[in-house]
T-cell receptor
């Protein structure tokens, strides 16, 4: 089976840096993705890691360690508009394209 | 281009009624997915289709059926709705097995009384 664990809530201050962790257990592994979802909206893609290391996209970065079955999303220079839920998602097999999501981390940003 | 569209946006059903949620995409994507989202539960995969003509069960398929009508359309059917199926339903697509980014529709908010 597959399972992903991430904190349910994280709080940070505007302008600061926050890290959202994700650990996963899968029978196979073919990449870890991150999505953002604002209240009432649909999830939107942020980042993907297929190999170990850091991927950077503007203020957002994502890291993966396949040996530790662990990844994180790093948000820098936090803005109030970053208040949202963040989901990690894993694909365990290339063949059938099955993608499973974690339960999400609610990010609260304080002014 | 409309991207991924879902109909209806809102629906209220009585227990035991049936209905079909529609999803259509004009992105020429091969893979399509149905997820449900409940508070505190994240997105749970109901069914998915890696290509036209194939469908597979996800994490929570019980009480649902799907049809990949053609490459563009992927429908989700509730044969006999139950209050436990009250949720927000999202359809998502992806270009194919080599791609990693999913594109989500706006969602259907379903209430079963």
């Amino acid at each position: 089976g597959q399972s992903l664990e991430q904190p349910s809530e994280v709080t940070a201050v505007e302008g600061a840096i926050v890290q959202i962790n994700c650990t996963y257990q899968t029978s196979g592994f073919y990449g870890l993705s991150w999505y953002q979802q604002h209240d009432g909206g649909a999830p939107t893609f942020l980042s993907y890691n297929g190999l170990d290391g850091l991927e950077e996209t503007g203020r957002f970065s994502s890291f993966l360690s396949r040996s530790d079955s662990y990844g994180y999303l790093l948000l820098q220079e936090l803005q109030m508009k970053d208040s949202a839920s963040y989901f990690c998602a894993v694909r365990s097999q290339l063949r059938d394209d099955k993608i499973i999501f974690g339960k999400g981390t609610r990010l609260h940003i304080l002014p | 281009n409309a991207g991924v569209t879902q109909t209806p946006k809102f629906q209220v059903l009585k227990t035991g009624q049936s209905m079909t949620l529609q999803c259509a995409q004009d992105m020429n994507h091969n893979s399509m997915y149905w997820y449900r989202q409940d508070p505190g539960m994240g997105l749970r995969l109901i069914y998915y289709s890696a290509s036209e003509g194939t469908t597979d069960k996800g994490e929570v398929p019980n009480g649902y059926n799907v049809s990949r009508l053609n490459k563009r359309e992927f429908s989700l059917r509730l044969e006999s709705a139950a209050p436990s199926q009250t949720s927000v339903y999202f359809c998502a697509t992806k270009p194919g097995q080599g791609a990693y980014e999913q594109y989500f529709g706006p969602g259907t908010r379903l209430t079963v009384t």
